[in-house]
């Protein structure tokens, strides 16, 4: 009986514990390491607006007004950029290099959005280019361009000067019989157009047109006076041995003209001429008989100029070279031209 005694006794006391364990709150599990929080998604960055025209701010570093052309360039870029509300900068370096190179560099203190130049020469200007660059600047070569790192500019807009002095020569050619001499007046010294057209027609005669023979070739500035002058002192020298005459730009064109007429022969008759723009001046000089054929390069390219502008502007690209559309004018269809000819 007392063995049975001790057994109930330890049985009540087990019994009590379980039961009091089984009442003590359950055990509070250990914090599981913390999870980290997932970032808050940062706020979207505002979509920077696009600009629009009306918010552009452009300079343009024009070369002058040596040429009814330059006068026509002139125009489309201020008459579009008034059309399409631009801010438009616009400075006119009177021909000189030093000039450009100041106006580049205050557009790039007034820290517009897009400088447009046409550089008057292709050398001296890698310096200024590079500040555009450094400053954010797009720069757009209009209608000329300088020898500069691709990277320095966003893109030229104009012509093939090489295929417009291939064109030259061509019709040259026909004209004269694909024989005779010929003078020819060049642009303005070192200036992208004058080295390339001068290119484009010294190469296709040499390859093409064997019989022809350039007598000398000379710089006339792209301007009237200098023009005549040169073509006055060549045919001075040459005299009757010019059967033909190949300027650069109807402007020296015009200028030869008056000097073939001052020498008593008939220019567009016993001198064949040939030159190259496509100016109102020289559709009526065709519309006359006293030049023969114009080689178009459209100066008006203040649509595309701005277009380009405001996509470079939203950061955008846009092609390196931006072709202008252009064509070749003769006598036969010059008075029917003549009244849609805008510079
Ligand atoms: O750069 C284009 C040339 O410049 C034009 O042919 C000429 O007339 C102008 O002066």
Redesign the pocket.
């Known amino acids: 009986m007392k063995s049975v005694g001790k057994l109930l006794y330890v049985v009540m006391i087990l019994s009590m514990v379980f039961s009091m364990a089984a009442c003590a709150p359950a055990a509070t599990p250990a914090p599981a390491a913390e999870a980290p929080k997932a970032e808050a998604p940062a706020a979207a960055a505002p979509a920077k607006a696009e600009k629009t025209y009306k918010d552009l701010v452009v300079g343009f570093a024009q070369?002058g007004a040596?040429?009814?052309?330059?006068d026509g360039?002139t125009n489309s870029i201020k008459d579009t950029a008034t059309k399409l509300g631009v801010n438009l900068k616009f400075s006119d370096a009177q021909q000189k290099q030093e000039n450009q190179i100041k106006a580049v560099r205050s557009f790039i203190a007034q820290k517009v959005d897009v400088i447009g130049i046409?550089p008057v020469v292709t050398t001296g200007f890698e310096t200024v280019f590079k500040e555009a660059k450094d400053a954010g600047i797009p720069v757009i070569f209009v209608?000329?361009k300088a020898d500069v790192p691709e990277d320095y500019y966003a893109a030229f807009i104009?012509?093939d000067?090489v295929l417009e002095g291939k064109n030259a020569a061509i019709e040259l050619a026909k004209l004269m019989g694909e024989k005779g001499s010929i003078i020819e007046l060049e642009?303005?010294v070192g200036?992208?157009?004058a080295i390339d057209r001068k290119k484009g027609f010294d190469d296709e005669m040499a390859a093409n047109h064997k019989d022809i023979t350039i007598l000398e070739s000379q710089s006339g500035d792209?301007?009237l006076a200098k023009g005549k002058e040169v073509a006055q002192a060549l045919i001075k020298k040459y005299g009757d041995k010019i059967n033909g005459i190949y300027a650069?730009?109807?402007?020296m064109a015009l200028g030869a003209i008056q000097a073939v007429e001052e020498a008593g022969k008939k220019p567009g008759t016993d001198i064949k001429i040939v030159s190259?723009?496509g100016?109102k001046a020289a559709f009526q000089a065709m519309v006359d008989g006293k030049l023969n054929v114009t080689v178009e390069?459209s100066?008006l390219l203040g649509p595309q100029f701005f277009e380009a502008a405001l996509t470079l502007a939203n950061g955008g690209t846009v092609d390196k070279w931006i072709k202008s559309n252009e064509g070749i004018f003769r006598q036969d269809t010059a008075a029917a031209d003549l009244p849609s000819r805008v510079y």
């Open positions: 070369i040596e040429s009814g052309w330059r360039e046409p209608d000329r104009g012509s000067f642009g303005t200036a992208g157009p792209f301007n650069h730009n109807d402007e190259i723009d100016e390069c100066p």
